[in-house]
């Protein structure tokens, strides 16, 4: 096996020397401990011989910090003219393998050029089982020294105190998901980011840089910049956030910003040519951003600095849970992309196949200007506290690390007409939604059916008055149908009344799922395996196959139902149809 140590100062409230660390590295691998191979000791060294504070970002100069590895890896037996990694055991090389696959990801950070690499260690502790992150080492080859940067040493003593407390004791690793091998597999895959687009190039790690990473299958690519300055005055931008009552009538338009160039500065570095903006995976604001914001300046003056890891979002349909659902699927994939998602493995259920992950820690700075909505604050149970709007960051703060997540349009789950239903990613991604509202083990009540009903409610500045389309004209009616078909199971969904972790339980739970084409549909991508979802479809959406991905993801049972008369904005429900398609789909 080869065991990598992430050894953290915060964890230690020491410092070790630097010579200690090196022999306990060389005596494990000299003597073999529970067959061991290898061990690599991660290391970031100061410059008096100790673990680095996480606030010292940059790595050694005379390469001190990867000795200790690099000499262990010596001591594997191997023939001459190979690289020790040939010699070891298959796991082991495939981490080596891994990491020299990954080296095609590197991305310009604080500490230099530096690319994720998702080794998993079998740690004693949980401190043992610290995210990865291997950063190219000049002198030697990939496939001989595997390392580490300081990445996960600056978010090390956060993650402990900012993390979600749902559920039992867990032991968190960094999770290893390939890219695949089919089409399929390459568009979904979370780590399919792999083709590297440099826009603006620097050879200094004092400098800015900004370099994007496309997943080509899906047309889809995120930007990291590193060093970069933001400008609020420089966008215009309605400031967001306010009471729906008070922002009555604005224009959708006011919600999107204006930027002027400048609005994103970086220093020192060179900027692409057309061909690189033109991407075909930059899309949408992402694009817009880098064709007409940024611009290169020769000195950029910081107020303040921003140390974690901050993703820029532009958020368009906000209202909508369907929409939504894109874009918190397009945030979790960026993530964990980036590096900056774990994996949660419950001690009890490690040999099942069962990944839930959560965000390492993070700042979210919204750039759009939309009034508060019913979803605001789900952001903050799935991704982090720390959210602000652009109109609120003090001008001249720089971003040590800024990420530009592309738009919720672009995820491969908005993508919807395509033939990619048996995807493990996007169970993962909705066990991840479910993990962060504490819901994985809540069970099925096999007798419970959910009617998804469409209440008026005001969504956004445009709606003052509640409307909304595809009503159901005889709501009483269908509660009546659904109580004969499940009895006091048979529940009507308001989910304008209730929070979105209730209504996720109240899904969770449920065996079925009913309702008229609609975002309320989403929920079932939570539906527990062997489930049903019931989709009535109006004619003006008929054959719409949205929500037959999602039951087929989910691994849940399907059927659309058609509605055959045009109405306007409402329908009649057939009590008796409504009652046969519940009774079926409980039998089912």
């Known amino acids: 096996k080869l065991v990598i140590v992430p050894c953290v100062t915060d964890n230690f409230h020491t410092a070790m020397p630097l010579r200690a660390l090196r022999r306990g590295a060389l005596m494990l691998a000299k003597i ?49 003219g190979t690289p020790p990694s040939a010699s070891l055991p298959q796991p082991a090389a495939r981490k080596v393998e891994l990491a020299a696959a990954l080296q095609a990801r590197q991305r310009n950070t604080d500490a230099g050029t530096a690319t994720t690499a998702r080794a998993a260690s079998p740690a004693a502790s949980a401190h043992a089982a610290r995210v990865l992150t291997a950063v190219e080492v000049p002198t030697r080859s990939v496939s001989d020294v595997i390392t580490v940067s300081a990445r996960s040493l600056r978010t090390s003593a956060s993650s402990e105190s900012q993390s979600n ?24 895959s979370p780590s399919a980011f792999m083709s590297r687009v440099p826009v603006c190039r620097s050879d200094s790690a004092t400098t800015s840089s900004l370099t994007c990473f496309a997943n080509d ?10 060093n970069m300055i933001v400008r609020p005055d420089r966008i215009k931008l ?39 903006l033109n991407h075909p995976s930059l899309k949408y604001h992402v ?54 998602l774990q994996e949660r493995v419950p001690a009890a259920a490690q040999s099942q196949a069962v990944r839930t992950t959560r965000p390492m820690p993070h700042r979210i700075v919204l750039l759009d200007g939309h009034a508060r909505g019913s979803l605001d604050d789900v952001w903050k149970d799935l991704f982090t506290p720390n959210i602000t709007r652009i109109a609120d960051i003090p001008a001249g703060t720089c971003f040590r690390r800024a990420i530009f997540v592309p738009a ?12 990619c239903l048996q995807q493990r990613s996007v169970k993962d991604f909705a066990e991840f939604v479910l993990s962060q ?19 008026p409610y005001v969504a956004h500045p445009r709606n003052p008055t509640g ?27 308001h989910a304008v009344n209730m929070t979105f972790r209730d209504q996720l339980r109240l899904v969770r739970q449920s065996r079925v799922l009913i309702g008229l084409h609609g975002a309320g549909l989403t929920h079932a991508l939570f539906m527990h395996p062997g489930s049903a979802l019931v989709e009535i479809q109006p004619p003006s959406h008929a054959g719409m196959s949205h929500f037959d991905k999602f039951a087929r993801w989910a691994g849940i049972k399907y059927k659309a139902h058609l509605l055959y008369q045009a109405q306007d904005n409402a329908y009649t429900l057939v009590p008796s149809e409504v009652r046969r398609l519940v009774e079926q789909a409980l039998a089912g």
């Open 165 to 188: 407390s749902h559920g039992p004791a867990v032991d968190w690793r960094k999770s290893i998901f390939p890219p695949g091998n089919t089409p399929c597999d390459r568009k979904f």
């Open 217 to 226: 299958a899906a047309s889809s690519a995120y930007c990291e910049a590193a």
């Open 287 to 340: 694009k817009d951003i880098l064709q007409k914001t940024i611009a290169v300046e020769s000195a950029v003056k910081c107020l303040q600095t921003v140390q974690e890891p901050t993703l820029f979002i532009t958020r368009y349909e906000y209202a909508n849970l369907y929409h939504t659902m894109t874009d918190w699927h397009i945030v979790w994939t960026t993530l964990h992309a980036a590096g900056l």
């Open 467 to 493: 409307g909304t389309g595809r009503m159901i004209s005889n709501n009483a009616d269908v509660a009546t149908a659904l109580h004969a078909a499940a009895g006091p199971d048979g529940i009507m969904m």
């Open 408 to 419: 919720g349009y672009t995820s491969p789950i908005y993508d919807w007409p395509d033939t």
């Open 238 to 276: 309605a400031h967001g956030g306010e009471d729906l009552r008070t922002v009555m009538g604005r224009r959708e338009e006011d919600e999107f910003p204006i930027y002027g160039r400048g609005a994103f500065a970086l220093q020192g570095c060179t900027y692409g040519d057309g061909a690189t």
């Open 32 to 80: 073999g401990v529970v067959s061991l191979a290898a061990v690599a000791l991660v290391m970031h060294a100061s410059p008096a011989g100790s673990l680095s504070s996480p606030g010292s970002l940059a790595p050694r100069a005379d390469g001190q910090g990867t000795t200790a590895l690099t000499e262990a890896l010596a001591h594997v037996p191997h023939a001459p």
């Open 437 to 455: 509202h504490g819901i994985v083990g809540v069970p099925r009540n096999d007798h419970q059916a959910v009617f998804t009903c469409r209440d």
